[in-house]
Antibody, heavy 119, light 112 residues
Framework: QVQLVESGGGVVQPGRSLRLSCAASGFTFSVYPMHWVRQAPGKGLEWVAI????????YYADSVKGRFTISRDNSKNTLSLQMNSLRADDTAIYYC????????????WGQGTLVTVSS | QSVLTQPPSVSGAPGQRVTISCTGS?????????VHWYQQFPGTAPKLLVYANNNRPSGVPDRFSGSKSGTSASLAITGLQAEDEADYYCQSYDSSLSGHYVFGTGTKVTVL
């Protein structure tokens, strides 16, 4: 069955960096675009970034552009999010999510990893 | 960056019908992009409920239905059940900014 398992979250000081990973299994990872979506405590969902299936095309939300980098290693079935210059408002649960092949919906989500930016 | 507007909360008694609106603009829903709906229980990841405006994934009860018209979309829950108490989010695509996906503000459904 499809599994997406995020890791790498934790507590980090403002201005520092953190790298999140998402291990995918149960499907052919290399043919699916993948998202990162976040959710601040008690708040709604916010789209963060998307990468094409081959990793060549990437788009970012304005709130993270220039600070975050999405990448993937199709040989290792892994999605990553490099987060630099972290701010307090980046505090959130970060979800790895798969785009369905039929359209633009997200058909599978990971369980999420919590990132807390605090001094 | 645009966002889709939903009512913060809706409520209904068991067995009733409730609807959740999702209002966008001419650059997202109004531009013809599909709308998808997700259900989220506290402490868990969202789950796909309706995709491409009015389609249900396997396993989703048929009391959930979606529709889209103009710059808005709606999710209807008929025969409301206690287990439907959750947060619901719509999602679409915004053509005004390349590659940008947008979520609704979220709606808390309370079963009275």
């Amino acid at each position: 069955q499809v599994q997406l398992v995020e890791s790498g979250g934790g507590v980090v000081q403002p201005g520092r960096s953190l790298r999140l990973s998402c291990a995918a299994s149960g499907f052919t990872f290399s043919v699916y675009p993948m998202h990162w979506v976040r959710q601040a405590p008690g708040k709604g969902l916010e789209w963060v970034a998307i990468t094409s299936s081959d990793g060549d095309t990437k788009y970012y939300a304005d709130s993270v552009k220039g600070r975050f980098t999405i990448s993937r290693d199709n040989s290792k079935n892994t999605l990553s999010l490099q987060m630099n210059s972290l701010r307090a408002d980046d505090t959130a649960i970060y979800y790895c999510a798969r785009v369905s092949q039929a359209g633009s919906d997200i058909d599978y989500w990971g369980q999420g990893t919590l990132v807390t930016v605090s001094s | 960056q645009s966002v889709l507007t939903q009512p913060p909360s809706v409520s209904g008694a068991p067995g009733q019908r409730v609807t959740i609106s999702c209002t966008g603009s001419s650059s997202d829903i109004g531009a013809g992009y599909d709308v998808h709906w997700y259900q989220q229980f506290p402490g868990t990841a969202p789950k796909l409920l309706v995709y491409a405006n009015n389609n249900r994934p396997s396993g989703v009860p048929d009391r959930f239905s979606g529709s889209k018209s103009g710059t808005s979309a709606s999710l209807a829950i008929t025969g409301l059940q206690a287990e439907d108490e959750a947060d619901y989010y719509c999602q679409s695509y915004d053509s005004s900014l390349s590659g940008h996906y947008v979520f609704g503000t979220g709606t808390k459904v309370t079963v009275l």
